[in-house]
């Protein structure tokens, strides 16, 4: 019963402090700061909001969040067009997170509420079961995702094939990581000094695939897991790094993540799909960042099998998700946060998806709810800090 | 009886009715109150204030590791009392049962009933029971309502909390909610925990010549700790502090929440208390908590602040500090 956890390693306080301790010896020697940090994955804004690491942080860390969490970026064109495929009476397969995306009318949620068909799934697989299940049915999957969802997403291909099933098809929005920061890394108005690659998709594509982009950009890429010391010690890496100069992909989960990723995943996905131009919502069109079915699967492409089209689309009035996404605005700046915008009634997708980085900002690390929203969601915890001592 | 599952004419009235409540309720709750089966129960009670709960039942599956329905639906009734600062002495139970139950899985469930409320002390003194046809209820859904009597001393609720008053919990937190989940998932992984569903009322009598020193009890079910401390915290307008690694949770409900991504702060426990108390008298009541077998994994696990958030803050096991809030709506499963 007693036994301790495996994960306790990875949670120490003592050396976290550490940790702590370091990092702020080596923000202080370091040439330039603040210094910007993008942590790209979701999963990691949720780590740093739940395990309050960025108290931990010296004022000359600044952390931002990146576009990685899969339903914060899928466009709001995507939507519409998954919402009018539940109109025409489809059975829609849809990961939960995607429910509540507000699209340009309406989100999957308001699809099924006003009738429509749309099923939550855990496993991509059970899209093909209930296609098999209902023969009589066309059923299509939500196919949203970066390279770790992506492989899965083939493989259900690559079945429905091998076993003939026709009634299934894919709604693809599939995403790659490397295109995303190099968009991030080429834009004038970001400037992230360093990050911190995602874990899961890293175990996919393999350290060697930001390899190139260090070479183009020298900047610090390091890839680090999910628990508060791997997330500290990738920081401290970083810091590391920009405090000699140096600008180098640095693997250091290795206890998950290879130098050249999983290749069986790899092939699975080269062999089904191709890239495209992709939508990112607040990224914009991004040249070959996207993953389609390649033509010799048309069949179990939705686009092509229901003639559906998807037409980029308008975010809400006011929402700055687009500005949040590219780490050039604090979920706390904007004007909506914790306002207009709350998970309960969220008007964008950084608010909608437990991943995005404002849900996290609001979950673990608000302000006081009569008080204003806190800028880095520091200020007014600090203040009461202060009264309670 | 004849056949082996619950039929629309047990529910009748008639004389499958009467045959049911003859096999299976007599012989276990026919004593006292219940005998002659009299429309109602005639009660007596010495003590002036009473406390008057009731709570519904539906839990899939009926079964889990730990217990079932039976055992849930007196606990749940009991505990809801015994936080009320009572001792509980008496129960209703209503069962609403559809058709084709089977049999066997009913007198498990009545089984659990007699075995916690001869735990706890409470006698059932009257009772109902509905068949609804297939299909129009999930297998059986139970009601119990409860009357306790009000223990001297007690003065509970959100304005007697103070700043500097100690927050002490009785042991594991969430085993309940993830043995139930696991068990609805088919998650059969050694090590899994058992649901800790099991009657508080003894630690809060244990309280004794204490009693004026509690300042808000409650059992942290729907919503987990996390709503109860909120409530507690908004309703006292005071801050509360938490010491993550102090909060007891068992290996097994991490290991479990680790992989369905469940938040063990917001995951019921059924078994479990969370006492807001003067901060002088929190070694005393720990140390009578833990001779008790409910109590033995007690643990001391924050404060009161003199802070007026209104919010609960959590120093993290990693040293930082963040938020806990409450729970937003139905949790959806995640893509990656």
Not at chain 1, 323 to 336: Q, S, T
């Amino acid at each position: 019963m007693n036994r301790p956890d495996l994960l306790d390693g990875f949670r120490d306080r003592r050396l976290a402090a550490a940790l702590q301790r370091r990092i702020a010896e080596r923000a202080s020697r370091l040439p330039r700061t603040p210094l910007t940090l993008m942590e790209v994955c979701g999963t990691h804004t949720v780590a740093i909001a739940r395990f309050g690491l960025r108290r931990l942080l010296p004022p000359a860390v600044r952390l931002v969040s990146g576009p990685g969490c899969p339903v914060c970026v899928t466009d709001a064109g995507f939507i519409d067009a998954a919402c009018e495929l539940a109109r025409r009476g489809m059975v829609l397969a849809t990961f939960g997170d995607m429910l509540r995306v507000p699209g340009t009318a309406g989100s999957l949620a308001e699809a099924r509420a006003a009738g429509g068909d749309v099923r939550v799934c855990l496993s991509p697989l059970a899209a093909l079961e209930w296609a098999r299940g209902e023969p009589g049915r066309e059923v299509v999957l939500i196919a949203v995702g970066f390279e770790t969802t992506t492989a899965p997403l083939a493989a259900v291909v690559a079945r429905a094939a091998a076993e003939g099933v026709r009634n299934l098809s894919l709604l693809t929005a599939c995403k790659t990581m490397p295109a995303a920061l190099d968009a991030l890394l080429r834009a004038p108005d970001v400037t992230v000094d360093g990050f911190l690659c995602p874990p899961h998709v890293s175990a996919i594509i393999g350290a060697a695939a930001y390899r190139p982009l260090a070479a183009a950009y020298r900047r610090p890429l390091v890839v680090a897991g999910f628990e508060p010391l791997d997330i500290l010690d990738g920081i401290d890496a970083v810091l590391a790094q920009a405090g000699r100069g140096a600008g180098e992909v640095e693997n250091r989960y290795t206890r998950v993540v290879h130098e050249n990723g999983n290749p069986v995943a790899q092939a699975l996905v080269r062999a089904h799909l191709e890239p495209e131009d992709a939508a990112w919502r607040g990224l914009g069109v991004l040249p070959g960042s996207g993953l389609r079915l390649r033509p010799a699967f048309a069949a179990w492409d939705a686009r092509v099998r229901h003639g559906i089209e998807v037409r980029p689309g308008k975010p809400a009035a006011g929402c700055r998700c687009g500005d949040v996404l590219r780490g050039r605005l604090d979920p706390g700046e904007c004007a909506l946060f914790g306002r207009a915008c709350t998970p309960a009634s969220p008007v964008g997708p950084c608010m909608v998806s437990a991943e995005g980085s404002c849900a996290a900002r609001y979950r673990y690390d608000r302000a006081p709810a009569d008080g204003a929203p806190s800028h880095n969601g520091r200020t007014g915890r600090r203040k009461n800090g202060r009264q309670k001592r | 009886m004849k056949g082996e599952a619950i039929l629309l004419d047990h529910g009748g009235g008639g004389r499958l009715s009467r045959e049911l409540i003859e096999a299976e309720i007599l012989p276990r709750f026919g004593r006292g109150p219940l005998a002659g089966l009299p429309d109602g129960a005639s009660l007596t009670s010495r003590m002036r204030r009473l406390v008057f709960t009731t709570d519904a039942y539906v839990v899939q599956p009926p079964e889990f590791p730990g217990g079932n329905i039976g055992h849930l639906a007196v606990h749940g009734t009991v505990n809801d009392l015994a936080v009320c600062g009572a001792r509980p002495r008496w129960l209703s139970l209503a069962m609403i049962l559809e058709e084709g139950l089977p049999l066997a899985l009913l007198r498990r469930v009545l089984d659990g009933v007699q075995a916690a409320a001869a735990d706890c002390g409470v006698a059932v003194v009257t009772g109902d029971t509905k068949v609804v046809p297939r299909g129009a209820c999930d297998r059986l859904a139970l009601c119990t309502a409860g009357i306790g009597e009000a223990l001297p001393g007690f003065r509970l609720g959100p304005p007697r909390i103070r700043p500097g008053d100690a927050i002490l919990v009785n042991g594991p937190l969430g085993d309940h909610g993830v043995a139930v989940m696991a068990a609805r998932e088919g998650i059969g992984i050694a090590g899994a925990p058992r649901s800790d569903t099991g009657p508080v009322h003894r630690l809060v009598a244990a309280l004794g010549e204490l009693a004026g020193q509690a300042a808000f009890l409650r059992d942290p079910t729907r919503g987990g700790l996390a709503a109860v401390l909120n409530e507690a915290a908004r309703a006292a307008r005071r801050e509360v502090r938490l010491d993550e690694a102090a909060v007891p949770f068992s290996a097994g409900a991490r290991a479990v929440a680790g992989l369905l991504g469940l938040d063990l702060f917001s995951v019921a426990s059924e078994g479990r208390l969370a006492l807001f108390c003067r901060a002088g008298a929190a070694d005393a009541i720990l140390a009578r908590w833990r001779r008790l077998p409910e109590g033995r994994g007690a643990a001391r696990i924050g404060e009161v602040a003199r802070g007026r958030t209104g919010r609960v803050v959590l120093a993290t096991v990693a040293g930082g500090e963040r938020i806990l809030d409450v729970p937003e709506g139905e949790l959806l499963p995640r893509i990656c």
